[in-house]
């Protein structure tokens, strides 16, 4: 049996994929949401780096005795499970990147795009990022009461996490994936995503919604990671 083990972007919890893991149950299939630590209802001391994020995961999985996996990252959260998804090979069934970051062997969240304001604002945020306000979710195909939730639920995030760098044993490519792209956030994936995408071992899926398909697009997405799991 295929297990499902979702882990959400910055700022977010497992909280976040309520909708698309109801949707995956509905069909038969098991799902573990994960909230990484530092976040959501794991926030307090000691402030966790990025290998952290990485522990977090692959603990889950051994916890659980986990296989036959399709581990799926959104957004931040692409370069945790990346390192992780390397980790666990042996148990895993299929990577979906969920309009996500890719793990890349010495480079981190913020490497590859204009991320200067990000460090700017978690060290004016004692070290972390701090949670978005209601604009930065316009044009993303979510309605007034899906930002809100967003916004609601939202947490500041460990900057350690996001500017210490990957740890890849091999590279992601070499792992079978599905890339999903969300068109209202680029028509293209971009920098390593589209190097990813050149192995003939991942695949791409668009999206006609914005960069959280989990709020806008829930029951699609769960369709899409059903299918990336079938076609493994």
Same mark, same amino acid.
């Given at each position: 049996?295929?297990?499902?083990?979702?882990?959400?972007?910055?700022?977010?919890?497992?909280?976040?994929?309520?909708?698309?893991?109801?949707? %995956?149950?509905?069909?038969?299939?098991?799902?573990?949401? %994960?909230?990484?630590?530092?976040?959501?209802?794991?926030?307090?001391?000691?402030?966790?780096?990025?290998?952290?994020?990485?522990?977090?995961?692959?603990?889950?999985?051994?916890?659980?005795?986990?296989?036959?996996?399709?581990?799926?990252?959104?957004?931040?959260?692409?370069?945790?499970?990346?390192?992780?998804?390397?980790?666990?090979?042996?148990?895993?069934?299929?990577?979906?990147?969920?309009?996500?970051?890719?793990?890349?062997?010495?480079?981190? $969240?913020?490497?590859?795009? /204009?991320?200067?304001?990000?460090?700017?604002?978690?060290?004016?945020?004692?070290? $972390?990022? /701090?949670? /978005?306000?209601?604009?930065? $979710?316009?044009?993303?195909?979510?309605?007034?009461?899906?930002?809100?939730?967003?916004?609601?639920?939202?947490?500041?995030?460990?900057?350690?996490?996001?500017?210490?760098?990957?740890?890849?044993?091999? /590279?992601?490519?070499?792992?079978?994936?599905?890339?999903?792209?969300?068109?209202?956030?680029?028509?293209?994936?971009?920098?390593?995503?589209?190097?990813?995408?050149?192995?003939?071992?991942?695949?791409?899926?668009?999206?006609?919604?914005?960069?959280?398909?989990? $709020?806008?697009?829930?029951?699609?997405?769960?369709?899409? %990671?059903?299918?990336?799991?079938?076609?493994?």
């Amino acid at each position: 049996m295929t297990n499902f083990v979702l882990v959400a972007g910055a700022r977010l919890g497992a909280w976040a994929w309520d909708e698309v893991a109801a949707a %995956l149950r509905e069909s038969g299939q098991v799902v573990h949401p %994960l909230t990484l630590s530092g976040l959501a209802e794991k926030q307090g001391a000691p402030t966790p780096g990025q290998q952290t994020h990485v522990d977090d995961i692959v603990a889950e999985v051994e916890r659980l005795d986990l296989r036959d996996i399709v581990l799926a990252g959104h957004s931040y959260s692409g370069i945790p499970v990346g390192q992780a998804a390397v980790r666990i090979v042996d148990r895993l069934r299929r990577v979906v990147l969920v309009d996500a970051n890719v793990a890349v062997d010495g480079e981190s $969240f913020l490497s590859g795009w /204009p991320s200067d304001h990000v460090r700017a604002e978690i060290e004016e945020n004692g070290g $972390f990022w /701090p949670s /978005p306000t209601a604009d930065h $979710f316009a044009g993303q195909g979510l309605t007034d009461e899906q930002i809100a939730r967003i916004v609601d639920g939202s947490t500041p995030h460990p900057g350690a996490t996001l500017t210490e760098p990957a740890v890849m044993a091999r /590279p992601l490519d070499e792992l079978p994936g599905t890339y999903i792209k969300c068109l209202l956030d680029g028509d293209e994936p971009w920098g390593a995503a589209a190097e990813l995408l050149k192995s003939d071992r991942w695949e791409l899926v668009t999206m006609d919604t914005g960069h959280w398909p989990m $709020f806008s697009r829930p029951r699609e997405l769960a369709r899409i %990671l059903h299918e990336s799991a079938a076609g493994s």
